[in-house]
């Protein structure tokens, strides 16, 4: 059974750029398409970003565009959110999520489309 544990939240000033982890165990990475979303108070759960494990497309919500960049390390089970440039706005619980490869990509932002789930790291972005 896969199991997904997210770190490397926290505070952060406006600008600022931490890179968060999602850390797999009990099965290998790169047989899973893996998505990164976020929560804020009050609000829907979001797909941020999404990255293909048979070609390494990604995916990205509009507004992170140009600012957060997914990657994975395959030899450390472990997949990357870089996040640049925060905003007020970035604040939310970060969520990574595994599926196998999708067959149809432009789901990668439903959440329903994930069988795997970390329990969340929270980032919030405030001076």
Same mark, same amino acid.
Do not use: H, I, K
């Given at each position: 059974q896969l199991q997904l544990v997210e770190s490397g939240g926290g505070l952060v000033q406006p600008g600022g750029s931490p890179?968060?982890?999602? #850390?797999a165990s009990g099965a290998p990475l790169d047989v899973y398409d893996i998505g990164w979303?976020? +929560?804020a108070p009050g609000k829907a759960r =979001?797909?941020?970003?999404?990255q293909s494990t048979v070609d390494s497309r990604t995916y990205y919500l509009d507004s992170v565009k140009g600012r957060f960049t997914i990657s994975r390390d395959n030899a450390k089970n472990t997949v990357y959110l +870089?996040?640049?440039s925060l905003k007020p706005e970035? #604040?939310?619980v970060y969520s990574c999520a595994a599926v196998?490869?999708?067959l149809a990509t432009s789901y990668w932002d439903d959440e329903n489309?994930? =069988?795997f789930w970390g329990q969340g790291t929270q980032? #919030?972005?405030s001076s």
């Open positions: 890179r968060l982890s999602c #850390t979303f976020r +929560q =979001e797909g941020v970003s999404w +870089q996040m640049n970035d #604040t939310a196998p490869p999708l489309e994930y =069988e980032v #919030t972005v």
